[in-house]
């Protein structure tokens, strides 16, 4: 995995945060993740890669029925050029939505779909 295994371990352990804090780190790690794979699987120089841009607006679902708590991505941008030429390009922003990845990131589309759809966290009973 690219960055999915490393959110949800985040969200794992960062889950009581507020969730302004939540969006502002889980940028962070996502970003430094998606970086790390491009320049060391993708072999691409990192001197060649530009607006490296990741956004996040999300929520917070609880889910009672199986004991989890669940990130909503309610709206996002991943954008990321390699030669001032789109690499990355997805986003959903309001009613607004693109979605374009160069064809030998299918693995890294594959993961930002499922990150896209959400994430659940269990989270222990409080009484």
């Known amino acids: 995995m690219i960055f999915l295994d490393k959110a949800i371990l985040y969200l794992t352990q960062n889950i009581e945060k507020p969730r302004e804090v939540i969006e502002e780190e889980l940028e962070f790690v996502i970003k430094q993740y998606i ?3 491009l320049v060391n699987e993708k072999k691409i120089n990192i001197n060649e890669l530009s ?3 990741i956004t996040l607006v999300i929520d917070f679902e609880d889910d009672d029925v199986n004991n989890k708590k669940k990130m909503v991505v309610e709206e996002y941008m991943f ?12 986003f959903r922003l309001g009613t607004d939505n ?3 990845i ?3 990131l299918k693995e890294l589309e594959n993961e930002i779909d499922m990150f896209e759809n959400g994430i ?3 989270i222990s009973k409080k009484d």
Request: hydrophobic content about 20%; cysteine-free.
């Open 35 to 37: 970086l790390n794979y």
């Open 51 to 53: 607006d490296l841009n």
């Open 79 to 90: 954008e990321v050029n390699h030669k001032n030429t789109p690499l990355v390009r997805t």
């Open 98 to 100: 693109e979605h374009y």
């Open 102 to 104: 160069r064809t030998d």
């Open 120 to 122: 659940g966290i269990g």
